[in-house]
């Protein structure tokens, strides 16, 4: 099975930040690698497919980067409604692992 | 609009079985594979289990190997998961979710839509 390994498990960071998220995988998973938000008590939110295409209606101030078994999420500049927790999950091959998951908190 | 509904959670003992459903409405079901991720309460998620759109092929994580069935109706446009001898370390909300079609995805499979999930609580 593919490991995913987020770093860090959690940040703090003020309106404004930027902020960059990454995401290593155990074995090369190409650009297979997809970003989701979750904020408490809610499903988590698509933000990102194949590695750095943003879905529909998700904020230009997302983007996804890498390939291979390193691969980042970045905000550019961090709003009040992004303090959230995210995840990133492999479809190269079953099982689909996500990652453990970074929070988001403001500082 | 996609719309994922999980039913079927509750408290059940150790060693019971529980069945949960998804029923799905705004897309045409038969054409998407379906999975069931789960998150234990303040952990990350977990992804359990993928059916393809057909039903042919059924994939599941290691831990419920063996104890829990994926299966789908496309008459009903519902999701299943029929989890059978229950441990505590199961107790979680399940929610069940889209497999995103490769040519809508750049060859991607991301897990697109989700359902609210639906709360299963393992415990005597």
């Known amino acids: 099975d593919i490991q995913m390994t987020q770093s860090p498990s959690s940040l703090s960071a003020s309106v404004g930040d930027r902020v960059t998220i990454t995401c290593r995988a155990s074995?090369?998973?190409?650009?297979?690698l997809n970003w989701y938000q979750q904020k408490p008590g809610k499903a988590p939110k698509l933000l990102i497919y194949?590695?750095?295409s943003l879905q529909s209606g998700v904020p230009s101030r997302f983007s996804g980067s890498g390939s291979g078994t390193d691969l980042t999420l970045t905000i550019s500049s961090l709003q009040p409604e992004d303090f959230a927790t995210y995840y990133c999950?492999?479809?190269?091959?079953?099982?689909?692992?996500f990652g453990g998951g970074t929070k988001v908190e403001i500082k | 609009q996609v719309q994922l509904v999980e039913s079927g959670g509750g408290v059940v003992q150790p060693g019971r079985s529980l069945r949960l459903s998804c029923a799905a409405s705004?897309?045409?079901?038969?054409?998407?594979?379906m999975h069931w991720v789960r998150q234990a309460p303040g952990k990350g998620l977990e992804w359990v289990a993928l059916?393809?759109?057909?039903?042919?092929?059924?994939y599941y994580t290691d831990s419920v190997k063996g104890r829990f069935t994926i299966s789908r109706d496309n008459s009903k446009n519902t999701l299943y998961l029929q989890m059978n001898s229950l441990r505590a370390e199961d107790t979680a909300v399940y929610y069940c979710?889209?497999?995103?079609?490769?040519?809508?995805?750049?060859?991607?499979?991301?897990?697109?839509?989700w359902g609210q999930g639906t709360l299963v609580t393992v415990s005597s």
């Open positions: 705004g897309f045409t079901f038969s054409s998407y594979g």
């Open positions: 194949a590695a750095s």
């Open positions: 999950q492999q479809s190269y091959n079953t099982p689909r692992t």
């Open positions: 074995q090369s998973i190409s650009s297979y």
């Open positions: 059916i393809w759109y057909d039903g042919n092929d059924k």
């Open positions: 979710a889209t497999d995103g079609p490769p040519q809508d995805y750049g060859g991607s499979y991301p897990l697109d839509y």
